[in-house]
């Protein structure tokens, strides 16, 4: 019934993004997405593209995201049911559902193999955990952005290969547990084609191993452990006959499991030698460099204050796992400041982060905990960190500042910690404490639920998505601009947005595209030439890959020609051509200037 609870509350939770259209990232990745129908492309297409539809010897194709298994399910929904968007959302509803029951069934695991002799975890520790993931709100954005269907999928895979890496750990080494050492590496190459945290299962599994499967203690290696976790000289004695039987035949000498320990982590150890090299092989060209408004801390200059502005948005989305409540579809753009100054107070939040994962890290080692609690805990913060590790942008540069669907799977750490945590206090507590503790865990979990319901809501369309991130950050110049860009009808609202866009972010190329196009909508031609003229000198002073060049130029070119301007068009309509030789309306004018002029 634990399975059963936990599916229907994640699901029920999200029933409101049924309701949702195509919006945010779902626009490139499916709608215009040639690999996504069967009409217009092959299978192969999809493998030989990345995850936007563009080829992987393309200049301008974002390698890093190269996930066609998850293109592959986009490909399914429409042969299923065209371009539907409540379909889209149904799938990924179910695959969230799947992935809190896998977690859970993946808690059990853990919980149950921790277990040392007079250290048994409450039953309940791994269905509290379950259902605190089933109602994270953090989890909206990966399951009502129906793009994030890889975080959901990679998820899974994560899960299933941890499983399966469970059950191949033996004492020794048996044709059996190869089989599921093989059939975990492969779940976990499906996980990494889902998306690239997909490989992270290993960190987990090597945890496991080691802390649970071979049962290696820190504590009796560095001294602190002087006697071994087993029942006591007084249990033995009062022991019934059959459990002494047992406890003889439990005594008896038994292979290590050391050695199977160290064969299952050397071929671990190959394995993602071998999978990372051709996984990096992919990338044929430099990466795309993500522009200042995207991740203002890749262009710092000072070494020391961009590792502590990268470190900042690592405390941010630490933050959001802690209280969610503040949620957002993008958080760049100005919405966060960088540190500039080695006396920013927000370096304190840096230093207590660090601080509650160096103290579980202490408890889960080297504490006087019972062991068992104590090997939870580290399987726990391996949860929590390892799928992060690539996300965070410590060590490579990224494509945001803070990304709530990246937390998806590191958020199952954060669940079974808590809820170790809870299940610990509740067990030391009397009665008053443990109706006091319920009715607090039952508020949160309350207070979750409605929150995740109503941001479910929010991704119903673009209007009332990017709405509900100005409210969070309304100094973000990409909400402003995506906002303007979705009241169609309403001109001054959208000029606002647009120049708030600009406000904030002075660069913003495709603000001042956009702008214009309002004013020249609006009988303000020549204050519209003005503002794309002021747009391209931007771009040139921060150039990124981008349209924007060609249509600013072809947008001058238009509106000088409608003030009679037509030489100095020409000039616009020619820079249009250089930037995108195929255009086919800047072709079109140059030609007809030219013969105008003779040329």
């Known amino acids: ?70 293109t592959l399910t986009f490909r399914w929904n429409v ?61 909206t954005e990966a399951v009502s952005n129906i793009v994030c269907r890889a975080e959901l999928l990679s998820c899974i895979c994560f899960l299933l290969a941890f499983v399966c890496y469970t ?23 499906c996980g990494l084609l889902c998306k690239e945290q997909g490989i992270t299962s290993v960190i987990v599994c090597a945890a496991y191993d080691v802390v649970i499967a071979a049962g290696v203690d820190l504590r009796a290696i560095f001294g602190f452990e ?38 299952r982590l050397a071929v671990l150890v190959v394995f993602v030698a071998a999978i990372v090299q051709w996984r990096v092989s992919i990338n044929q060209k430099d990466e795309v460099k993500v522009d200042e408004k995207t991740n203002p801390a890749n262009h710092m200059q000072d070494f020391v204050l961009r590792v502590l502005t990268k470190n900042y948005y690592v405390a941010l989305h630490a933050g959001l796992l802690v209280w969610p409540m503040g949620l957002a579809c993008d958080w760049s753009s100005g919405a966060i400041d960088v540190i500039s100054s080695t006396s920013d107070p927000r370096i304190a939040y840096i230093a207590v982060m660090y601080i509650v994962l ?18 939870v805990i580290v399987l726990g913060l391996a949860l929590l960190i390892g799928p992060f590790i690539p996300a965070s942008g410590l060590f490579v540069e990224v494509g945001y500042v803070v990304a709530e ?31 006091s503790l319920l009715v607090g865990l039952a508020a949160v979990l309350g207070l979750f639920a409605v929150k995740t319901w109503a941001r479910n809501g929010d991704w119903v369309s673009e209007t009332a998505l990017y709405e509900s991130g100005l409210r969070v950050l309304p100094n973000n110049a990409k909400l402003h601009h995506n906002f303007a860009a979705s009241q169609t009808e309403n001109f001054a609202v959208r000029e606002y947005h647009f120049r708030e866009a600009i406000r904030i972010y002075p660069p913003y190329a495709s603000a001042y595209v956009n702008l214009g196009v309002v004013l020249a909508q609006t009988d303000r031609t020549a204050e519209a030439v003005t503002v794309w003229q002021e747009g391209l000198r931007q771009w040139e002073s921060h150039p990124i890959v981008s349209d924007d060049p060609a249509v600013l130029n072809l947008n001058l070119g238009i509106g000088l020609n409608s003030l009679g301007r037509q030489r100095e068009a020409l000039h616009h309509f020619e820079r249009c051509l250089q ?16 013969s105008q002029f003779g040329l």
Not at 48 to 65: I, K, L, T, V, Y
Not at 361 to 375: D, H, K
Not at 415 to 427: G, I, K, T
Request: charged share 15%; net charge positive; hydrophobic share 45%.
């Open 1 to 70: 019934w634990e399975l059963s609870l936990v599916f229907v509350v994640a699901v029920v939770l999200s029933l409101p993004s049924r309701q949702g259209r195509f919006v945010f990232d779902d626009m490139p990745a499916i709608r215009d997405n040639p690999d996504v129908d069967s009409t217009r492309t092959t299978v192969a297409s999809v493998f030989n593209d990345n995850f936007w539809g563009q080829p992987m010897d393309s200049p301008r194709a974002q390698h890093m995201s190269y996930r066609p298994f998850t």
């Open 579 to 594: 930037y995108q030789p195929g255009r086919t309306t800047c072709r079109q004018w140059v030609d007809m200037l030219r």
């Open 167 to 189: 059950r191949a750990c033996t004492v020794t080494v048996t044709p059996a547990s190869l089989v599921y050492l093989v059939a975990s590496f492969a779940i976990t190459v």
């Open 358 to 375: 160096f103290a579980l890290a202490f408890l889960g080692a080297l504490s006087s905990m019972a062991a068992s609690s104590r090997r």
């Open 226 to 263: 002087t006697t071994p976790a087993t029942t006591t000289p007084a249990e033995d004695a009062t022991a019934k006959p059959d459990t002494k039987a047992k406890a003889k035949k439990a005594a008896a000498p038994r292979p290590s499991p050391l050695a199977a320990m160290v064969f």
């Open 405 to 435: 669907r990246l937390l998806y799977s590191p958020s199952m750490g954060y669940c079974l910690l808590v809820a170790l945590l809870v299940s610990l206090v509740y067990e030391k507590c009397g009665n008053v404490g443990r109706w």
């Open 79 to 139: 042969a299923w049911a065209g371009f539907e968007p409540v379909a889209f959302h149904d799938v990924n509803m179910l695959l969230h559902g799947i992935a809190t029951v896998l977690f859970v069934i993946a808690c059990k695991i853990i919980c149950d193999r921790a277990e040392v002799a007079g250290t048994k975890l409450p039953d309940s520790t791994a269905v509290l955990a379950g259902l605190l993931f089933a109602v994270h709100p953090v989890h």
